[in-house]
């Protein structure tokens, strides 16, 4: 069975600074991989996804995220944060394209 | 944005009372899915729906049934809603519909006070 695994449940870090998130994934065929963020009180929204391709995807609010096959790794960064970017962060692996599996979630806290 | 809807919002309710969530998508996607939301857990898969009528269960089924009678809609229905029911729900959808998608859209969510 897949499944997430995300290392770190708390992650906090001061503004402007660089930030990684870890999350490791096992599977022993192609997946496609997909960060979200979850903003208080609301839904979760897509910020990056891998499909094939180039192993460095870039997504939204200047968030990238690196595939690496032999660590079965898909790791997020920022090189400078901000407040805003303080939410609820969830890896996500899918193998079929119809079924989903989540890591149990990251919570970055930007420190002012 | 891709338009899907849940109602309602919030909910409080009663032990033992009977309870309907609904979801609403616009696009026409094959795929639907009802997870909740807890602290320590992320996000855990209720049931799902591959299409008109074709639904399964997911890790967190008890307690919990699903119906979908048209692509747009998909119910989740706490058959006696018990306070371990307290949670935040997701509907979610992805697959084929007016275009493809490989991941998962969510709705707004749901939170459920079972008192």
């Known amino acids: 069975a897949q499944s997430v695994t995300q290392l770190d449940s708390q992650v906090p870090v001061f503004e402007e600074a660089p930030v990684e998130l870890r999350c490791n994934y096992s599977s022993s065929v192609s997946v496609y991989l997909f960060w979200y963020v979850q903003y208080p009180n609301q839904g979760l929204q897509l910020l990056l996804k891998?499909?094939?391709?180039?192993?460095l995807v870039k997504g939204i609010n200047g968030f990238e995220a690196e595939f690496n096959k032999s660590q079965t790794s898909f790791h997020l960064r920022k090189p400078s944060v901000h407040i805003s970017d303080t939410a609820e962060y969830f890896c996500?692996?899918?193998?079929?394209?119809?079924?989903?599996?989540f890591g149990t979630g990251t919570s970055l806290t930007v420190i002012p | 944005d891709a338009g899907i809807t849940q109602s309602p919002r919030h909910k409080v309710t009663e032990t033992g009372t009977p309870v309907t969530l609904r979801c609403h998508q616009t696009?026409?996607?094959?795929?639907m899915y009802w997870y909740r939301q807890d602290p320590g857990h992320g996000l855990r898969l209720i049931h799902y729906s591959y299409g008109v009528k074709d639904t399964d269960k997911g890790e967190v089924s008890d307690g919990y049934s699903v119906s979908r009678s048209k692509t747009e809609d998909f119910l989740l229905t706490l058959e006696s809603a018990t306070s371990s029911q307290t949670s935040v729900y997701f509907c979610?959808?992805?697959?084929?519909?007016?275009?493809?998608?490989?991941?998962?859209?969510f709705g707004p969510g749901t939170r459920l006070t079972v008192t």
């Open positions: 696009e026409n996607h094959r795929y």
């Open positions: 996500a692996a899918s193998n079929t394209g119809n079924q989903f599996y």
């Open positions: 979610a959808i992805s697959g084929q519909g007016l275009t493809f998608s490989y991941e998962q859209y």
């Open positions: 891998y499909l094939s391709g180039s192993t």
